[in-house]
C-alpha cells in the first residue's frame, strides 16, 4: 500500500465512532452426568498435585550426553495409585483361558453309540464310535467322514449349524478306525496284527457297517436319505463308496471337501516335512489348542475347542531315573505310519468322483487345487464347485456356517421327495403309439359289427 493510500484510510477511519463487539452469550450448564464427570477428574487432579516428586540425583562432573539424558529421565513424576495406569484389565487372564478350555460333545450331538462289529479279515472284532443327531419326520442324514489325523469330532460344529438350518435333519459323524475312540481288538498276538489295516477298501466298508449298524441300533424302519459328506481322506472314502454302490438309492448325493487327486498326491511329497515341523507334545491341552488356532490350523476357536481334545492321548514324561515327572499331550494317530496307504487313498480319485451316481458337490479352499480332468468335468455341468478362498484346509471347522448353507442347499437341489420330474420324451412316445393302437384296434372292432349287421 503507497503513502497516499494509507493517509486516505486514516482520514476516513478517524471519522467512524468506535462501537465495542456484543458479549457472546454464556454456554448452556453440562449434562448432570458430564458435571458429574468432570469433578471427578478434579478430585483426581487435586489428588495428583499433593503427590510428591521424586528428588532429582546429584549432578555429576561427567557432563556426557548420555549422564544428562539419564538425568534428565530421572526426574519424572510418580503416578497416582487412583490412575491405575498399569493395572491389568480385570478378568483378561480368566478370559483368555477360557477360551482354550476344551467343549463337550453334547453340546453339538445328542447321541453317543459305540457299534460292535466283527472283523472281515481276521479273527477279532472292530468297535466303531458314532456321534450322531438322528433325523426327524423323515428328514435326510448327513453322514460325514473326517480326514486323516482327525476325528468325527471335526464336523461338531458344521453339525449344529445344519440342524439350525434344517431341523429334521440327521448327522452321524464316526471315528475311522485308529483314530478318536474306534477301537480295533485283534485276537491274533502276532507282528501282523500290529500293522493297521487303513486301506481304502476297508475304510470304505467301515462306512457301510457303521450306516447299517445305526439303522439297526436305532430301530429305523427304513433308511433314511443319505447325504455323504468326507473331508480330505474322508472324501476319497465316501466316492468309494458311492462308486461301489452298496448302499443302493439311499444316497442322494455326496460331497467332498478340499481334496483332488493331482494336488493330493503332490503334497504327500512335503508330508514328512509337515510332521516333523509340528510339536511331539502338548504340556497342556490348552496348549493343544491355542497351538492350533495361532499356526491357523483351524481358524475358528470354537471348533478347536471341540476337535482338538480327541486327536491327543495323555503320555507320562518318564526321566532318566525312571520316576513319571509330568504329564504331556500326545497325538494319538501316527500319521507317519500310514505312508503305506497314502497312494491308495488318491490315486484315481477324479474319474470316480466324476463317474459315481448321484448328485455331486466339490468344496475346495481355492481353485488353483483343479487338477484337468476336474477342470473339464465342471466346463461339462458334471458337478457343483463351491470355493471358498477364506478358508484353509479344515473347510468345515474354519468356515461351519457357511459349510452348512452349502451342504443344505445342495441337498434341497437333489432331494427327491415331493419333485415332480416332467415325463422323458421317449416315454411320451410310447404312450402316443399305444394310443394310436387302441384308436385302431376300436376302430376295426366297430367296422366289423356293422358289417356282421
Known amino acids: ?28 450448564p453440562p449434562h448432570p452426568s458430564v458435571q458429574e464427570d468432570w469433578n471427578i477428574a478434579e478430585e483426581e487432579d487435586a489428588q495428583a498435585d499433593d503427590d510428591e516428586l521424586l528428588p532429582l540425583p546429584s549432578p555429576r562432573d561427567d557432563s556426557s ?18 490412575k491405575h495406569l498399569f493395572a491389568r484389565p480385570k478378568g483378561s487372564m480368566n478370559a483368555n483361558k477360557r477360551s482354550h478350555e476344551p467343549l463337550p460333545w453334547t453340546d453339538f450331538f445328542e447321541q453317543e453309540l459305540y457299534l460292535e462289529q466283527p472283523l472281515a479279515s481276521k479273527p477279532g472284532k472292530i468297535i466303531y464310535h ?3 443327531s438322528p433325523p426327524t419326520d423323515n428328514g435326510p442324514l448327513f453322514v460325514t467322514h473326517h480326514g486323516a489325523g482327525s476325528s468325527g469330532l471335526s464336523f461338531a460344529v458344521v453339525a449344529s449349524e445344519v440342524r439350525k438350518l434344517l431341523p429334521t435333519a440327521g448327522i452321524l459323524s464316526f471315528d475311522a478306525r485308529g483314530h478318536g475312540s474306534t477301537v480295533v481288538h485283534e485276537n491274533q498276538s502276532t507282528e501282523d496284527s500290529a500293522a493297521l489295516d487303513l486301506g481304502l477298501e476297508t475304510l470304505s466298508n467301515d462306512v457301510v457297517n457303521v450306516i447299517n449298524l445305526t439303522k439297526e441300533r436305532l430301530a429305523w424302519p427304513v433308511m433314511p436319505d443319505l447325504i455323504l459328506v468326507g473331508h480330505s481322506l474322508g472324501g476319497a472314502v465316501m466316492t468309494e463308496v458311492t462308486k461301489r454302490g452298496e448302499l443302493g438309492n439311499s444316497v442322494l448325493a455326496y460331497t467332498v471337501l478340499d481334496v483332488v487327486e493331482g494336488s493330493a498326491i503332490d503334497a504327500l511329497q512335503s508330508m514328512h516335512t509337515y510332521l516333523s515341523s509340528r510339536p511331539k507334545s502338548f ?27 480327541a486327536l491327543l492321548v495323555p503320555s507320562s514324561d518318564v526321566s532318566q531315573s525312571g520316576i513319571e515327572s509330568s504329564t504331556a499331550w500326545t497325538w494319538r494317530t501316527d500319521l507317519a505310519a500310514t505312508q503305506p496307504f497314502w497312494e491308495n487313498w488318491f ?8 463317474s459315481a451316481k448321484g448328485g455331486k458337490l466339490l468344496l475346495l479352499a481355492g481353485t488353483d487345487r483343479l487338477d484337468k480332468e476336474l477342470m473339464i468335468g465342471q466346463m461339462q455341468g458334471k458337478y457343483q464347485l463351491q470355493v471358498f478362498p477364506d478358508s484353509g484346509h479344515f473347510i468345515q471347522e474354519d468356515l461351519p456356517e457357511k459349510t452348512a448353507m452349502v451342504l443344505v442347499d445342495f441337498y434341497k437341489r437333489n432331494n427327491r421327495k415331493g419333485l415332480v420330474l416332467p415325463p422323458k420324451v421317449g416315454d411320451l412316445l410310447k404312450r402316443k403309439e399305444t394310443e394310436r393302437g387302441k384308436g385302431a384296434d376300436e376302430q376295426s372292432v366297430s367296422q366289423g359289427s356293422i358289417l356282421k349287421s
Do not use: N
Open 130 to 132: 458314532v456321534y450322531i
Open 1 to 28: 500500500m503507497s503513502d497516499l493510500q494509507r493517509s486516505f484510510a486514516k482520514a476516513k477511519l478517524a471519522g467512524v465512532p468506535f462501537e465495542p463487539p456484543e458479549p457472546l452469550p454464556p454456554p448452556p
Open 65 to 82: 550426553s548420555s549422564s544428562a539424558s539419564s538425568a534428565s529421565s530421572a526426574g519424572t513424576i510418580r503416578p497416582s495409585p487412583s
Open 283 to 309: 504340556p497342556t491341552m490348552a496348549s493343544a489348542i491355542s497351538w492350533h488356532t495361532r499356526t491357523r490350523t483351524i481358524r475358528t476357536e470354537k471348533s478347536a475347542r471341540v476337535s482338538v481334545p
Open 347 to 354: 490315486v484315481g480319485l477324479s474319474s470316480k468322483f466324476l
